[in-house]
């Protein structure tokens, strides 16, 4: 695993990230970054962490570290270096291996947030849920902590948060915190007057924030790829997935624009509580079904 901290890293790390005369490297040296602001609106602090106790050896930095050296194995793969996808492989077993062996609390069934933490936070559990890191016997159990802590992160922290949930299944709740009605809500931006998404959920989470930051608007990615399940699996759309999860919506409509021109989705429970889908495809475009839909989607060719 990976740490900020001088004494673990090589030394010359600063020099290989080209940071010879960053003013933060020469004041502070290289920090972790879990969310952002720091503290933990639970106590009353400014800032959205949960609590997060940092660590040398931390959660969710090497979360990240794993889900980076997978999409360098992907990438390279697709480049066809294929000593590098190897190479990437292995690290990303390494990683996540260690992960799971050493910042997993088996009693508790969580992860904490470092190494020699005993304190878990919803950031050390949703960001290994949202990159697929949790073995299957753990997810019930790392989905029940997530889901026990609210919106307890900020406007980018959202974006796995959600991920992580729909990955997992847990669409009703997921759709929950998208449509909930408190001052931590897509909801309480609308209510602060804002036509755009905020850099944090109000004014009393960061004092100075912006009203057009465009990481606080997560339901635009969310909705159409995780919600109404339309994920390209191909370059240029020349196929996607359609595996949406509508909780307990009664009703639904989709128009999501593609290279290859738009794919219509419209979703309708029926008085007696049968669904159905109705999809309009490009022809060009080659479709892959979600197994349990495929008798409940009608897909027409535009």
Same mark, same amino acid.
């Given at each position: ?34 969310? !952002? ?52 492989? @292995? ?64 406007? &980018?922290?959202? @974006? ?5 949930? &729909? ?18 809500? !897509? ?27 465009? !990481? ?51 979703? @309708? ?34």
């Amino acid at each position: 695993m990976i740490s900020t901290v001088k004494d673990n890293r090589p030394a010359d790390l600063p020099a290989r990230l080209h940071l010879f005369h960053d003013r933060y490297l020469e004041k502070e040296g290289l920090l972790d970054l879990v969310d !952002w602001p720091p503290g933990s609106f639970t106590d009353g602090e400014v800032g959205e962490r949960d609590n997060h106790e940092m660590m040398p050896i931390n959660t969710v930095v090497n979360a990240l570290h794993y889900q980076a050296v997978t999409r360098m194995r992907q990438i390279a793969e697709v480049l066809g270096h294929h000593d590098d996808a190897q190479r990437f492989a @292995q690290q990303a077993t390494r990683v996540g291996d260690a992960i799971n062996q050493k910042l997993f609390d088996t009693t508790r069934g969580v992860y904490v947030d470092g190494q020699g933490s005993t304190h878990a936070s919803l950031h050390a559990n949703m960001f290994p849920l949202a990159f697929g890191l949790v073995p299957a016997d753990r997810v019930p159990g790392v989905l029940a902590f997530i889901q026990s802590r609210g919106m307890a992160c900020s406007v &980018y922290g959202a @974006q796995y948060l959600l991920e992580g949930l &729909y990955d997992a299944g847990a669409a009703e709740y997921a759709m929950s915190l998208m449509t909930a009605r408190t001052d931590r809500s !897509w909801w309480g931006m609308i209510q602060q007057g804002s036509t755009m998404t905020l850099e944090a959920w109000a004014h009393c989470y960061k004092s100075n924030l912006d009203w057009n930051h465009a !990481w606080g608007s997560v339901p635009a990615n969310i909705i159409p790829r995780k919600l109404m399940g339309i994920e390209p699996i191909a370059p240029g759309f020349a196929k996607v997935r359609i595996a949406p999860q509508p909780a307990s919506l009664t009703h639904a409509y989709l128009k999501f624009p593609t290279p290859k021109g738009p794919i219509e989705m419209n979703y @309708q429970v029926s008085s007696d509580g049968q669904s159905s889908w109705e999809v309009i495809i490009p022809r060009d475009i080659d479709v892959e079904v979600a197994p349990a839909l495929t008798q409940k989607i009608h897909i027409r060719r535009r």
